[in-house]
């Protein structure tokens, strides 16, 4: 009988080890994925920015206000925008659209995530969600930290 108890341990072990290798089983660290998806040219001499927040930091958000720095495609930076990106549930993906007027989507080359103006949550204001932000682009221009 120890033998055996020991083998059921041994093969408990293994299966736990296992489980402990697949995506999601560890627990997730606090995050806040930033993703430029696309830019549309709007018939009134604007850029429209479509940009896709995920709250991953374990609590609702009240507010977030982020400093944007665009830059033309040769390098030289174009203007600065504070971009309102309000409330977000936890665990929530939202999309938020914002206009760049008088700018041709053509000439945005990258966006500067400069940095993060105000970050609350139910719990106050969070010092550390600049370091939380990952950025990324599915569109011409790039976002970046």
Not at 3 to 28: D, K, T, Y
Not at 95 to 110: H, Y
Not at 133 to 139: I, N
Request: proline share 4%; net charge neutral; with cysteine.
């Amino acid at each position: 009988m120890p033998n055996r108890s020991r083998s059921l341990v041994i093969a408990f072990a293994a299966l736990f080890g296992a489980l402990c290798l697949l995506p999601g089983a560890a627990l997730a660290q606090p995050s806040l994925p930033i993703e430029l998806n696309k830019l549309e040219q709007r018939e009134n001499d604007a850029c429209r920015a479509y940009m896709v927040f995920q709250n991953k930091l374990g609590e609702a958000i009240s507010s977030l206000r982020l400093d944007l720095i665009l830059f033309r495609t040769d390098g030289i930076i174009e203007t600065r925008l504070a971009l309102d990106a309000g409330r977000m549930p936890d665990q929530k993906t939202v999309v938020k659209l914002f206009d760049i007027p008088g700018l041709s989507c053509t000439d945005i080359g990258q966006m500067l995530l400069n940095s993060v103006l105000q970050c609350e949550t139910a719990t106050g204001a969070r010092d550390d969600c600049i370091s939380l932000v990952e950025t990324s682009s599915r569109a011409e221009a790039s976002l970046r930290k």
